[in-house]
């Protein structure tokens, strides 16, 4: 017996010796990897071409440009440790110890070779339009100039001159945008037309590289503190590890569980988040509205729609919101700057279309339109009645719209005298339904992809990616390309004109403004989340013990 409690005792000692302590320990910020998740697979990592947030948020952390944005969204020295503006040129110098992953020379050249491959025809560049304002840019992606009439020019190894076309009060900023990034020329040669798929076939000069074997496709990326890397500080964290995941987990559990660290909330999830204490960054920058489709014989008319948008009262539609959403009838964000100064400010509210007593008369004179035809060629031909079609409303399938979407259906019920519907979807479906024009009606989300009012008024070009009206009229197409050529004080009068336009048209009826949220576990800092563009900045970020 005795034996049998000395043994007991000397086995209990053993385990508490052995047994990890229930405290969890934090390493050091440098010894650390930051797990964060994304929903969707980057399309691809090659900076020139791509143009999805998962790309994005990957490239604007293993590339760097000529400069970077800070925690308040502002441009500040990146792989250029300084440059100087004349008049309508810019001279860049670049960091004369900056590398790429490899170990090798980041130089003026591997920055001309990115400018030019941004601008050239054959790359199908989708974001270039926005550094038009670059020399005799525009020209040459419309196959007019040839590409050695670029005005970007490498003057020697550490020095890069950029001459404009036009000023742009946003051009700094969109220097640290994807389509501004360097590529060395002799090593996207060398992929053979897979630059940007693989781990192997991307080279980078940001913090993080892309580590060895780092790349699953759907499953994760991996990335690694780039050793190469010169900056203004030094990088923190030892990697980022992404997860590829739809997973129905929610954002909260996941990151109390410390599965990861951050993550792009959905707003469904906020107010759990907020009970959890988990910190949050909102960006302000996705408008809701009516979206008709165009293309469609019945909704292309001006007069349907309008009528059907006079019969709404905003008070009685929008009296449940969803939470973290705001009342808007503005098209253009409030969050939408000019000059550093908010667009709103200059031009006040939008002047949308208003609620009318006499919506129905007007709603009947527009269906009576539809079946007019001029009495001298009436009898010569057999014409079919045009019949008002059931409205069905496209919208997403989350709980806190459909007060919001019902209230419509409700109103337009009334109106018609027709049986109206919805089809609710999830997010990304919905988004897949409106870039294909399959719908009728939608409750579209219309989020910018930079801050200038321009970027919003842009959406609604004839070949934008994403027009959720399908909006195809010249006018405006050039409307919006003379703003896009000369986006300062100047073009306000015609930024009024554009949403004026699309206002007074019934092309896109604002209806709530939605906070996009990031949400981090309390112990993570250093993170700087960027609007727009669902980017996330992960070179000074670390965690602590709390």
């Known amino acids: 017996m005795k034996f049998s409690r000395i043994f007991l005792s000397i086995s209990i000692s053993l385990i508490m010796i052995t047994m990890p302590s229930c405290t969890k320990k934090i390493s050091s910020p440098n010894e650390q990897t930051i797990y964060y998740r994304i929903t969707d697979e980057p399309v691809t990592l090659d900076p020139q071409i791509a143009n999805d947030d998962p790309s994005r948020l990957v490239i604007m952390n293993i590339f760097e440009g000529l400069v970077k944005l800070d925690d308040k969204n502002n441009p500040v020295s990146g792989a250029a440790d300084s440059w100087k503006m004349n008049d309508m040129e810019y001279v860049f110098h670049i960091r004369e110890d900056a590398k790429w992953s490899d170990g090798s020379p980041l130089t003026a050249d591997d920055f001309l070779y990115g400018f030019q491959r941004t601008f050239m025809p054959l790359t199908g560049s989708q974001t270039a339009q926005t550094l038009f304002c670059i020399k005799n840019s525009e020209k040459i992606k419309k196959g007019q100039l040839d590409i050695s009439y670029l005005g970007v020019y490498a003057e020697d190894e550490h020095t890069l001159k950029i001459q404009l076309d036009h000023h742009d009060p946003q051009f700094l900023s969109l220097l640290a945008t994807p389509p501004a990034m360097p590529c060395k020329k002799e090593f996207f040669e060398s992929t053979a037309g897979q630059y940007g798929l693989e781990y192997d076939k991307i080279i980078s000069n940001g913090a993080f590289c892309i580590a060895r074997y780092g790349w699953e496709h759907e499953k994760y990326i991996h990335l690694s503190r780039n050793d190469y890397y010169i900056g203004e500080n030094n990088v923190i964290p030892r990697g980022v590890n992404i997860d590829i995941s739809d997973s129905p987990e929610d954002v909260c559990s996941a990151i109390l569980n410390r599965d990861i660290d951050c993550y792009a909330m959905d707003i469904t999830e906020l107010e759990q988040a907020k009970k959890n204490k988990l910190n949050l960054t909102a960006f302000n920058d996705t408008v809701w509205g009516i979206s008709f489709n165009m293309k469609n014989d019945i909704f292309k008319r001006s007069d349907i729609r309008i009528s059907l948008l006079q019969s709404l009262d905003r008070n009685y539609i929008l009296k449940n919101l969803p939470e973290g959403c705001t009342a808007s009838e503005d098209i253009v964000p409030e969050t939408a ?52 079609p059931d409205i069905n409303i496209l919208c997403t399938d989350e709980p806190s719209i459909q007060p919001v979407v019902n209230n419509i259906i409700e109103t337009w019920n009334k109106l018609t005298g027709k049986y109206a519907n919805k089809t609710p979807v999830p997010r990304d479906e919905l988004t897949d339904k409106i870039s294909s024009g399959d719908y009728l009606i939608a409750i579209a989300p219309l989020r910018p992809d930079g801050e200038s009012p321009a970027d919003t008024l842009k959406l609604f070009m004839s070949d934008s990616e994403y027009n959720t009206a399908g909006l195809s009229e010249e006018n405006y197409d050039t409307l919006i390309s003379d703003i896009i050529r000369q986006p300062d004080n100047t073009s306000i009068n015609k930024m009024i004109q554009a949403e004026k336009y699309l206002n007074d048209n019934g092309i896109f009826y604002p209806l709530y403004t939605e906070s996009r949220y990031y949400a981090s576990a309390e112990n993570v800092s250093g993170i700087i989340f960027h609007p727009y563009g669902a980017e996330a900045d992960f070179s000074m970020a670390e965690k602590s013990v709390k």
Do not use: P
């Open 337 to 388: 700057r000019t000059d550093n100064v908010t667009y709103r400010s200059f031009v006040g509210r939008g002047m949308g279309i208003e609620f009318s007593e006499n919506a129905r008369e007007y709603f009947k004179k527009a269906v009576d339109a539809l079946n007019y035809h001029d009495e001298e060629y009436y009898w010569y031909y057999d014409y079919e009645e045009t019949e008002f």
